[in-house]
């Protein structure tokens, strides 16, 4: 019976967020018709990439074009995104990744962790040179670490890349040490990890890459930052563009109640830390994500404030117009957890910004996009792919236009100054 009581709420469309049908098929005929086109898996169709028409736009669809990270084996279920949100998020990571944590003390004394992956080797194999590429990855709002994104790391392990995992005060593990845990759309301890990574690797590229809801904060942090964010390029998985439209649509309930117990797990450990801040009857005892965010963060002890306000500080495109940064963004069309595209997605940014580029895939679910063969997520092949491009397009700009690099002879090497796009980039 419960077999039978799964298969039916995975059948296609049970679970999907109520929306207008007539609406959904506009807007599938849109997608038709906008954006390049490319050749995804087999099975589930075309891509397409919608972007503002530049320089950096016409490289990256040549390297996309030209690679195979859009193409591998035919998933069996393609029509099934329920099924496929669910394989990724379950299935153990291959091999299992060797994990070393690092606590770093932030200026109010809390903590965040920082795991690095150095492989299923241990800690004396693996990883890249001093001057590799440091990836950071960022998990869902959550703090859940899912099979999918260490996948992600230990593919880009093999690369040459050093993965780092960013989590939040409290997440994973993390010793909760203030009674503060960070709102959705914060990226204040965010901005600390990166310059903490800039220290430490002061010759090396920084990328970042988020799954999920998690994508809020790095958007977020992308458009407070501007052109001093320190970061080469930046990609989100299934993001969650509209924080607030998001908690108040509500996901379907085979999504939403195991992620509300996950979190009202992680919070019951420190309920007498924060029953100083919040009332935590009121906390443990909510019944949709929407209830739980606004008793943790807007129905305070110390700074209550109102639903509306909280947003307008945590919304995570507050800033969008404002990012320096090429971003990546790779969305299905079916995906049952962001909602439907015609509402969820906002396209005019992807038209009018040159830094902001989304590959859309008819199919794929929340965070899925899978495959036969290795790696299992195409998704994975296309951000490193992207990664890659990125870093070439630079470089050959660079050799182009003849930038000065900093040198110094008979002395300890400059650090290199902040990262900066070129507008001309872009255009």
Same mark, same amino acid.
């Given at each position: 019976m419960?077999l039978? *009581?799964?298969?039916w709420?995975?059948?296609?469309g049970r679970?999907?967020v109520p929306?207008d049908v007539?609406?959904?098929e506009?807007?599938?005929?849109?997608?038709?018709?906008?954006?390049?086109?490319?050749m995804?898996?087999?099975?589930s169709?075309?891509?397409? !990439?919608?972007?503002?028409?530049?320089?950096? %736009?016409?490289?990256?669809v040549?390297?996309?074009?030209?690679?195979a990270?859009l193409?591998?084996?035919?998933?069996p279920?393609?029509r099934?995104?329920?099924?496929?949100?669910?394989?990724?998020l379950?299935q153990p990571?291959?091999?299992?990744?060797?994990?070393a944590?690092?606590?770093l003390q932030?200026?109010?004394?809390g903590?965040?962790?920082?795991?690095?992956?150095?492989?299923?080797?241990?800690?004396a194999?693996g990883g890249?040179g001093?001057?590799?590429p440091v990836?950071?990855?960022i998990?869902n709002?959550?703090?859940?670490?899912?099979?999918?994104? *260490?996948?992600?790391?230990l593919?880009?392990?093999?690369?040459?890349?050093?993965?780092?995992?960013?989590n939040?005060?409290?997440?994973?593990?993390?010793?909760l040490?203030?009674p503060?845990?960070?709102?959705f759309?914060?990226p204040g301890?965010?901005r600390e990890?990166?310059t903490?990574?800039?220290?430490?690797?002061p =010759?090396a590229?920084?990328?970042?890459?988020s799954?999920? =809801?998690?994508?809020? !904060?790095?958007l977020?942090?992308?458009?407070?930052?501007?052109s001093?964010?320190?970061l080469l390029?930046?990609?989100c998985?299934?993001?969650i563009?509209?924080g607030?439209?998001w908690?108040?649509a509500?996901?379907?309930?085979?999504y939403?109640?195991? *992620?509300l117990?996950h979190l009202?797990?992680? !919070?019951?450990?420190? @309920?007498?830390?924060? %029953?100083e801040?919040?009332?935590?009857d009121?906390? *443990?005892?909510?019944?949709?994500?929407?209830?739980?965010e606004e @008793?943790?963060?807007c129905?305070t002890r110390?700074?209550? @404030?109102?639903?509306?306000?909280?947003?307008e500080?945590?919304e995570?495109?507050?800033?969008?117009?404002e %990012?320096?940064?090429?971003?990546?963004?790779?969305c299905s069309?079916?995906?049952?957890?962001?909602g439907?595209?015609?509402?969820s !997605?906002?396209?005019e940014l992807?038209r009018?910004?040159?830094f902001?580029?989304?590959?859309?895939s008819?199919?794929?679910?929340h965070?899925g996009?899978?495959?036969?063969?290795?790696?299992r997520?195409?998704?994975?092949?296309?951000?490193?792919e992207?990664?890659?491009a990125?870093a070439?397009?630079?470089? @050959?700009e660079?050799r182009r236009?003849g930038?000065p690099?900093?040198?110094r002879w008979?002395?300890a090497?400059?650090?290199?100054?902040?990262?900066?796009w070129q507008?001309?980039?872009t255009?």
């Open positions: 419960g039978g *009581l799964l298969a709420c995975l059948w296609p679970l999907e929306g007539g609406e959904e506009e807007e599938e005929e849109e997608e038709e018709e906008e954006g390049i086109p490319f995804a898996e087999e099975g169709g075309h891509c397409r !990439l919608l972007c503002k028409p530049s320089a950096l %736009a016409q490289h990256l040549r390297s996309l074009g030209r690679s990270a193409r591998g084996g035919r998933w279920w393609p099934w995104p329920q099924l496929q949100m669910l394989w990724q379950l990571p291959e091999p299992e990744p060797v994990v944590r690092e606590l932030l200026p109010d004394a903590l965040v962790a920082l795991d690095w992956l150095v492989g299923p080797w241990g800690a194999g890249g001093v001057s590799s990836l950071l990855l998990p709002a959550a703090g859940k670490v899912t099979g999918g994104l *260490l996948q992600l790391g593919r880009a392990l093999e690369r040459g890349f050093i993965p780092v995992i960013f939040r005060r409290g997440h994973n593990g993390c010793p040490t203030t503060r845990l960070q709102p759309g914060d301890d965010l990890v990166v903490y990574l800039r220290c430490r690797h =010759s590229s920084l990328l970042a890459v799954e999920g =809801s998690g994508s809020g !904060l790095l977020a942090y992308l458009g407070e930052s501007g001093s964010s320190r390029a930046a990609a998985l299934s993001p563009f509209r607030r439209d908690f108040e509500g996901m379907p309930w085979l939403e109640w195991p *992620l117990l009202k797990r992680g !919070l019951s450990r420190y @309920t007498g830390a924060l %029953a801040v919040v009332d935590m009121r906390l *443990l005892g909510s019944r949709s994500l929407r209830e739980l @008793t943790l963060f129905r110390s700074r209550p @404030t109102s639903w509306e306000s909280y947003w500080r945590n995570p495109l507050r800033d969008a117009d %990012a320096a940064v090429p971003v990546l963004c790779l069309a079916d995906d049952p957890v962001r439907p595209p015609a509402r !997605l906002p396209r992807f009018s910004s040159p902001f580029f989304l590959l859309l008819p199919l794929g679910g965070c996009f899978p495959r036969r063969g290795p790696g997520c195409w998704a994975h092949e296309a951000v490193l992207y990664f890659r990125m070439e397009f630079l470089r @050959t660079e236009k930038l690099r900093p040198r008979g002395g090497p400059v650090e290199p100054p902040v990262f900066t507008r001309s980039y255009r």
